[in-house]
């Protein structure tokens, strides 16, 4: 009787197979590990074309004489920019490099030519001498505040609770509307997470410590893909309609 042979599982070597001569597995995609993007920017942004799609269209329909064209060119204009500042910007970022993808051109640093990333009035990157804005990671003054405050009364002030403790017995520190007050912020909220009394971090500075936390791995590791010059892409695909868009508007209300 012949000797049979099951199929052979991928990754396994058999008897007689040279090990070297086992393909490698692809180690995935270049940038698609993290991605960040703002929701409210992205709610606005629909809610915008809604909006000029619901007016534009109606003015195409009802509209006379110069009208329709107007509300064309006027929708022309107006789709690709609204798209470009709200539902276009991304952050993408893995082992190797990051991707910051703003309303008219696309950034691609790898990680040992980044030189800071900082979240102060706005996220701004610092790569290869030049200075990139993130539009896609806004920054909250007021959630900054929020996180600030939540993070004070999650540490509680010892100064303050030993002075309590040492001026009126008749109040025992970690009585029940005090213990109760810091057992309801002690902890900070998971990331993702709804809690109504906020973060314990504000979303922009989350954001550049992860991707901060990247660069440093990668920076450590010496990883031969996250080396290599800063490519800068222009979205010409999104600017030559806005252009064409507004040249029309131009024309049309120059001509009366």
């Given amino acids: 009787m012949s000797d049979s042979q099951g199929p052979d599982v991928p990754g396994q070597e ?38 000029a799609l619901w007016l534009c269209i109606d003015a195409l329909v009802k509209g006379h004489g110069k009208t329709p064209w107007l509300a064309l060119a006027t929708l022309v204009l107006v789709v690709p920019l609204v798209s470009a500042f709200t539902l276009w910007p991304v952050v993408r ?5 990051l991707v910051v993808r703003n309303p008219f051109r696309t950034v691609t640093a790898p990680w040992q030519q980044v030189e800071s990333l ?92 992860e991707l901060l936390e990247l660069r440093s791995r990668a920076v450590e590791e010496n990883r031969a893909g996250a080396d290599g010059a800063v490519a800068v892409a222009w979205t010409w695909w999104i600017a030559a309609p806005a252009v064409a868009g507004a040249v029309a508007l131009i024309v049309l209300l120059a001509a009366g």
Avoid: C, H
């Fill in 118 to 209: 900082q979240a102060a009035l706005s996220v701004e990157l610092r790569a290869a001498g030049r200075k990139y804005q993130v539009w896609a990671v806004p920054v909250s003054l007021r959630q900054r505040k929020r996180a600030n405050r939540r993070s004070m009364i999650s540490k509680g002030d010892a100064s303050v609770i030993s002075s309590r403790r040492g001026q009126d017995s008749r109040f025992p520190v970690g009585g029940p509307g005090l213990r109760s007050a810091f057992s309801r912020s002690s902890a900070p909220a998971p990331y993702g997470s709804s809690d109504s009394a906020g973060p314990a971090v504000a979303w922009a500075d989350r954001v550049v410590t």
């Fill in 93 to 97: 970022a893995n082992e190797d490099r």
């Fill in 14 to 51: 058999t008897p007689g197979q040279d090990a070297k001569a086992v393909p490698t597995p692809s180690t995935g995609p270049a940038y698609a590990d993290r991605s960040y993007r703002s929701r409210s920017g992205v709610a606005a942004g629909v809610l915008l074309l809604a909006l």
